[in-house]
């Protein structure tokens, strides 16, 4: 949980409404950001809302700036350095020094050889830190100070970057892997088993073939009906259809010798002999009968 000064606390919400604006014009989602740099989404929302007791201390707070930042197109390093990680008004400054202290110690008086005397400790204030012993030479330590609080500051962003990002990318991980598991396993459900074909026989090619290829015989009659009528059909002295046909009804039949064709609705059938064109046998619901030879064509279906 982050300690915050009150002037930490004004630049940290400054800072987020800022980013999270951005961000919204954007369009993007603030778990796809969190993913993208190792944060958790928490922290994220922390970090826009201001709310300083959901964050780590400043100076990792000042590093998730900079990395979310970066991760909308901006200055990153800049808008970091607005986050102040030590509030000025806790520095120990020569102007803190001047001021007397608000519990009531007196404010230290220079020396005649430069250096400032400080008060012993009291018993009101034997529990405060005291500030770090003059140098004898005249030097301030505020230069130490500063050099050990930024030495401590750098050793503790790298360790929460090996401790904190090692267990983000996992995470990252599962959330991936849970988020593709499904799309796969829709994908092999959805998918049927492609059935084992066998190649044809030769009996089914021959088949094949023989539908396929045109009738050729001394004898082919084709009809073709376009109204209900009786067929009969003899061909080489055997019947090889004989019943009611429908409407749309088409068949051809072929024949060594002679073929007839037997009909009690002349005007449905329409007959094609030997190749010829298809002509209309007569008038509806006319008998007729028609003997077609080798040597027949068209004009032995229009000769009545």
């Known amino acids: 949980m982050a300690k915050l000064a009150p002037t930490q606390i004004e630049q940290l919400q400054s800072i987020g409404a800022y980013l999270r604006q951005v961000r919204q014009e954007q ?7 969190a993913n993208q740099i190792f944060i958790r989404p928490a922290l994220l929302k922390a970090l826009e809302s201001g709310h300083d007791a959901e964050l780590p201390e400043p100076v990792f707070i000042q590093g998730f700036i900079r990395r979310y930042a970066e991760a909308l197109g901006l200055d990153g390093q800049t808008i970091a ?24 110690i007196a404010t230290p008086k220079p020396h005649t050889n430069g250096t ?5 400790p009291s018993p009101q204030t034997s529990d405060r830190t005291p500030l770090p012993e003059p140098d004898p030479a005249g030097r301030s330590p505020l230069p130490l100070v500063l050099s050990l609080a930024a030495l401590a500051a750098i050793l503790g962003l790298g360790a929460w970057g090996l401790f904190g990002r090692s267990n983000e990318p996992s995470q990252a991980n599962n959330n991936s892997a849970a988020e593709t598991t ?15 074909t066998t190649p044809p026989s030769e009996e089914d090619l021959k088949a094949e073939e023989e539908s396929s290829a045109p009738l050729e015989a001394p004898v082919v009659v084709s009809a073709n009906l376009s109204d209900r009528a009786w067929l009969s059909v003899v061909a ?17 039949w072929t024949a060594e010798t002679s073929l007839t064709l037997r009909t009690g609705n002349a005007g449905g059938v329409e007959l094609s002999v030997n190749g010829d064109r298809a002509v209309v046998m007569g008038a509806s619901g006319v008998v007729r009968t028609v003997t077609v030879t080798p040597d027949s064509g068209v004009e032995s279906v229009e000769s009545p």
């Open 182 to 196: 499904p799309e796969a396993t829709s994908t092999d459900a959805v998918t049927p088993a492609s059935p084992e």
């Open 81 to 104: 350095q607005e986050f102040r990680v030590t509030p000025v008004n806790v520095l120990p400054t020569p102007e803190l020094l001047e001021r007397a202290d608000t519990n009531g």
């Open 27 to 33: 369009g993007l989602a603030i778990d796809m950001l």
């Open 116 to 120: 400032a005397a400080l008060p012993p």
């Open 236 to 252: 080489d002295g055997e019947n090889v259809y004989e019943g009611v046909a429908e409407s749309g009804f088409e068949e051809t």
